[in-house]
């Protein structure tokens, strides 16, 4: 059974910091691209990051450039998102999706979220002014 499973979101204050873990299952996860999503209350899902499968290629949302850091562990099936000086406008509830590497091709836009396989259940993330 394919499971990804996100961990670590929680109540902060603004400034504060939070490490999101997202845990895979039940697919080859050096095969794939994993990426980090949220959706705030009345909006849309957006894509926040996604980190390539084994060359460390990372994308950052514009807003969370230099505040949030991605990286994955392969040998424990778990990728991360640091989120640090965070805003109350982070609010949210972080996905995170996996997705195949031969779609993540250097030079190439990356994936947009229809493009992914599978999908977490989310995290929620409350930035506190």
């Known amino acids: 059974e394919v499971q990804l499973v996100e961990s670590g979101g929680g109540l902060v204050q603004a400034g504060g910091s939070l490490r999101l873990s997202c845990a895979a299952s039940?697919?080859?996860?050096?095969?794939?691209?994993i990426g980090w999503f949220r959706q705030a209350p009345g909006k849309e899902r957006e894509g926040v990051s996604c980190?390539?499968?084994?060359?460390?290629?990372?994308i950052y949302k514009e807003s969370v450039k230099g505040r949030f850091t991605i990286s994955r562990d392969n040998a424990k099936n778990t990728v991360y998102l640091q989120m640090n000086s965070l805003k109350p406008e982070d609010t949210a509830v972080y996905y995170c999706?996996?997705?195949?590497?031969?779609?993540?091709?250097?030079?190439?836009?990356?994936?947009?979220?229809?493009?992914?396989?599978?999908w977490g259940q989310g995290t929620q993330v409350t930035v506190s002014s």
């Open positions: 039940g697919f080859t996860f050096d095969d794939y691209a």
């Open positions: 980190i390539s499968s084994n060359d460390g290629r990372t």
């Open positions: 999706a996996a997705v195949s590497s031969l779609l993540v091709v250097p030079g190439h836009p990356w994936p947009e979220q229809y493009e992914y396989d599978y």
